[in-house]
């Protein structure tokens, strides 16, 4: 176990640095100076000599890879810089939007492994028409995008019906419509695996002998299948979470929900480079953190694949 921890550990490492590299590489070389775009802000004409000294003190005019080489030495110490925007640090600014954003994430997993778990077993335990009909409209969710299933609930939520309201302060009540947007989609996505994992159990040895003892379907469900696929589950759940917590973005922007969304969104239109870095480093821990927890869950809940590593 502890071998197979340390592998994935090394095997992520080059992943990271990889994606260290490209996330700072693309937002360097975007068109743009930060520095005229944030005096102009300030309604302050910018002069070659005030851009010249900005630019010293965030270490902008030095080369490509001297400035990459010692922002990845900050960022291993989680100092990501300052936003050249609002002049806290980086980390600072993500910490305020990041628990909005977790909580929306969270809750809209909840609600999308509910929704997965009744389109699958539905579509195992129904019958045939019942079952197509089930796999067609998982379809279509999967198949909607984010922003026109946001746009759709907002006519018939708050527009027509009135249970919500267009603009919140970020309550409870708040959550529901861009939680739901979210749960839709992933838990129609998921509900297909779902499926397709209790369909390959259900022609297991052991589904047949519960079957020929009377235990009920229900049962076999609960009892037999579900302990075998909770591991592989596991794996998609944080994927899923991973998912949604980078794809949020314009779901928050859509509803106003103060997570990093709106973070985000103001640093590309101010050009916020530190910020930008930050957030997509962060949004790459994120997977490799959920993938490496799915990991051990699934290494855990899986004795043959115990057995395996323990052989090794």
Same mark, same amino acid.
């Given at each position: 176990?502890?071998?197979?921890?340390?592998?994935?550990?090394?095997?992520?490492?080059?992943?990271?640095?990889?994606?260290?590299?490209?996330?700072?590489?693309?937002?360097?070389?975007?068109?743009?100076?930060?520095?005229?775009?944030?005096?102009?802000?300030?309604?302050?004409?910018?002069?070659?000599?005030?851009?010249?000294?900005?630019?010293?003190?965030?270490?902008?005019?030095?080369?490509?890879?001297?400035?990459?080489?010692?922002?990845?030495?900050?960022?291993?110490?989680?100092?990501?810089?300052?936003?050249?925007?609002?002049?806290?640090?980086?980390?600072?600014?993500?910490?305020?939007?990041?628990?909005?954003?977790?909580? !929306?994430?969270?809750?809209?997993? $909840?609600?999308? @492994?509910?929704?997965?778990?009744? &389109? /699958?077993? =539905?579509?195992?335990? #129904?019958?045939?028409?019942?079952?197509?009909?089930?796999?067609?409209?998982?379809?279509?969710?999967?198949?909607?995008?984010?922003?026109?299933?946001?746009?759709?609930?907002?006519?018939?939520?708050?527009?027509?019906?009135?249970?919500?309201?267009?603009?919140?302060?970020?309550?409870?009540?708040?959550?529901?419509?861009?939680?739901?947007?979210?749960?839709?989609?992933?838990?129609?996505?998921?509900?297909?695996?779902?499926?397709?994992?209790?369909?390959?159990?259900?022609?297991?040895?052991?589904?047949?002998?519960?079957?020929?003892?009377?235990?009920?379907?229900?049962?076999?469900?609960?009892?037999?299948?579900?302990?075998?696929?909770?591991?592989?589950?596991?794996?998609?759940?944080?994927?899923?979470?991973?998912?949604? !917590?980078?794809?949020?973005?314009? $779901?928050?922007? @859509?509803?106003?929900?103060?997570? &990093? /969304?709106? =973070?985000?969104?103001? #640093?590309?239109?101010?050009?916020?480079?530190?910020?930008?870095?930050?957030?997509?480093?962060?949004?790459?821990?994120?997977?490799?953190?959920?993938?490496?927890?799915?990991?051990?869950?699934?290494?855990?809940?899986?004795?043959?694949?115990?057995?395996?590593?323990?052989?090794?």
């Amino acid at each position: 176990m502890l071998k197979f921890l340390l592998t994935r550990l090394a095997m992520t490492l080059p992943t990271l640095l990889g994606m260290s590299f490209v996330a700072f590489a693309i937002v360097a070389l975007a068109p743009g100076d930060p520095v005229q775009m944030e005096l102009r802000a300030m309604g302050i004409v910018p002069k070659p000599e005030d851009i010249a000294a900005i630019k010293a003190e965030y270490g902008l005019d030095k080369p490509f890879f001297i400035r990459y080489a010692h922002w990845l030495v900050r960022a291993l110490q989680f100092d990501f810089g300052t936003s050249v925007a609002t002049g806290r640090s980086v980390i600072a600014e993500i910490g305020l939007y990041l628990p909005a954003t977790l909580m !929306l994430s969270l809750t809209s997993l $909840v609600g999308a @492994i509910g929704i997965s778990l009744a &389109l /699958g077993t =539905l579509a195992v335990m #129904a019958d045939r028409y019942t079952a197509n009909c089930v796999r067609a409209v998982s379809i279509v969710l999967v198949s909607i995008p984010s922003f026109w299933l946001a746009l759709l609930l907002i006519h018939v939520f708050v527009l027509n019906l009135g249970w919500s309201r267009l603009v919140g302060n970020g309550s409870a009540i708040d959550l529901i419509l861009p939680a739901l947007t979210l749960s839709i989609g992933a838990g129609a996505a998921m509900g297909r695996f779902v499926y397709e994992r209790v369909r390959a159990e259900a022609c297991e040895d052991y589904v047949r002998l519960a079957i020929a003892k009377g235990v009920s379907p229900l049962g076999i469900l609960l009892g037999h299948v579900g302990p075998r696929i909770i591991g592989s589950m596991t794996t998609v759940w944080s994927n899923t979470l991973g998912g949604l !917590l980078g794809g949020a973005v314009i $779901v928050e922007s @859509i509803f106003g929900w103060p997570g &990093l /969304g709106q =973070l985000i969104l103001q #640093a590309i239109g101010q050009r916020d480079f530190p910020i930008i870095q930050g957030y997509l480093v962060l949004m790459g821990l994120v997977f490799f953190v959920t993938s490496f927890l799915a990991d051990i869950v699934l290494v855990t809940a899986d004795p043959q694949l115990r057995r395996g590593l323990a052989d090794e």
